[in-house]
């Protein structure tokens, strides 16, 4: 975050991964610019900021400051938690989705070898190649399996005309 938009006695958000949430609050007490080089340019300072973790204080102990570059302040400790909880929601419904797919690939891989007749193999090992198979995006059948829909399809076909001249 720049450093003029930091102020004294707010505050701020740190990432921070000890914490619950991933985020600290942290109370700022001084936000100190230093001019570190003599080019003219906006880059020759350095604003770091000092302050203490709300979190990690504690009643009987004295205020421990720590000082960090302004940069790792990721904003108004209100509007970050929110973001943050609002991204964690989408990555569990993006998660939940995956995962649904997943369950569906595996469900029509089964009903496959059900409606074939094909043994299904005891233990999936990703070098061996199966009638049916599920991937990261999609689900493969390879000549063996289209083979045995087939067979499955004519077999079928020829019970219903059998059906159908009898009736």
Known sequence: MQGS???PGRI???SSPMHPNGLAR???TAV?????????SPHDYETNVEGNIVEDQKPDKPTDIIEMNAKSILGPYEEQAELKARKDAEDAERERAKQKLEDARLAVVAWLYAFT????????SRYERHHFSRHYNGIEINDSGVRAILLKLRMMEKESKHEQTTV
């Open 26 to 28: 942290f109370r700022v």
């Open 5 to 7: 938009k930091i102020f």
């Open 32 to 40: 100190v610019q230093r001019r570190t080089r003599d080019t003219g």
């Open 117 to 124: 007749g094909v043994e299904p193999p005891v233990e999936e």
């Open 12 to 14: 701020y958000a740190i």
